[in-house]
């Protein structure tokens, strides 16, 4: 119980919040792991968008490619349509 509720609240940053009101539960009752679990959930619309690019699957095939023989490899990127290399070092 006390890893389900210290990972969320080690993630959103909430720690202090989060031990002044287990203190005052544990004084009274056992916490409510799924109400505190809501109490200190992210607000979904304060959460940014993020547009994430992922890289070709060919550039992984590339680099493993590489490892066998040592070779620094020209990578192919793609940045906004456009094509160009890099050498990895």
Partial sequence: MMVALLSP????????????????????????????????APNPARLPD????LASLNS?????DSIDGMQRPTVPLTLSGSSVGRVIE
């Fill in 60 to 64: 992984y095939d590339v680099l493993v």
């Fill in 50 to 53: 993020v547009l994430v690019h």
């Fill in 9 to 40: 609240a080690q993630d959103r940053a909430c720690e202090a919040q989060l031990a002044l009101v287990l203190a005052d539960d544990l004084d009274q009752r056992l916490p409510d792991l799924n109400a505190l679990m809501l109490r200190f």
